[in-house]
């Protein structure tokens, strides 16, 4: 792979130890990250030192999808991602799975994934990851990095192909619906692509990606990303994704257990869960196979007493886990 990836390891004097700095990036098989992958939000605000990013407006969208942290090698497809060392884990309904994968050693590089859709998986290989930053990186990091992977294109194999270049553009507070991040880094990214494919006749699709990444140490994943794509047809907003929470391993075995009322309990249609909290307080529904099947957010002040909408689940034996700051909470769920 071509890289050229130049972080400057020392700041200048002035400010330098109010500066954050970021090692590693650490994921652990067992960590859970929760995230919101529609976060709302329309531009990523200026950049600089001592900025404040605050995002607190918008609210969650309520989509949020639960990922765990495994080992590459422990998964069936480990073979398609021999670079890979770690891999995020979700299941985005019954039918829908995926396996994002990742090499952490010095940076945070993507190698591809695997969706599985209730019929056969497909695997998008990165053959040459992407390397969005490098580390230790610093306030004055930058970097650049080629990439490529096999791709899809409405059933004809495609090759895409493209150049990511990026620098820490500032650092500062960033201030989510449910928390507040200090010593947080921007990453400030561009990204030009081209998709080539030969559907009876060979053509090229170029397109351009601007991206930003906010990430802090000590949490695995970006607290928050926003890009914004360009093609022939004009520029619109991509992906936009924020972190809803993250849990350690450790933490999730140490997290202190929570008195809950779930009634009805056999249910037929809503229950309702009452418990002691303060906070954001998330909740998601495993079918008997341990599978998600929902999932949501709420917010509490004191004593909760909140519905959950279980009618399109089917009939059968659930585990219901509801998690706040204050701990975590299982029931058994009959659903008539």
Known sequence: M???????????ATGAFAQPTIPQVVLNVGDQLVIDPTFPISDAGPGGANATWNFA????????FTYTAVSAASTTMASDFPGATMALYAEMDADFTLHAFFDLNGGFTEHGEHVFDGNAGVSSINTDPITFFTTPLTATSNGSD????????VGFPALLTGQHTWSVDGYGTLILP?????????????????????????????SSREEWRWVKSGIPFPLLVFSLETDEFGTEIGATAALVSYSSATSIA??????MRTYPNPVRDHVTIELEAHGSVHYRVLDALGREVMNGSTAAGGTLRHRIDLTALKPGIHHLEVRSQQGV?????IKE
């Open 2 to 12: 071509n890289r050229t990836l130049t972080p400057i390891l020392f700041l200048a």
């Open 57 to 64: 407006a918008p609210g969650f969208s309520g989509g949020e």
């Open 146 to 153: 080629t990439y490529g992977s096999t791709e899809d294109f």
């Open 178 to 206: 449910n928390a507040t991040y200090t010593d947080v880094l921007r990453i400030h990214a561009q990204q030009v692509e081209t998709l080539s494919v030969d559907i009876g006749v060979p053509f090229e699709m170029v």
């Open 254 to 259: 140490e997290q202190a257990q929570l008195p």
């Open 329 to 333: 909470a299982t029931a058994r769920l």
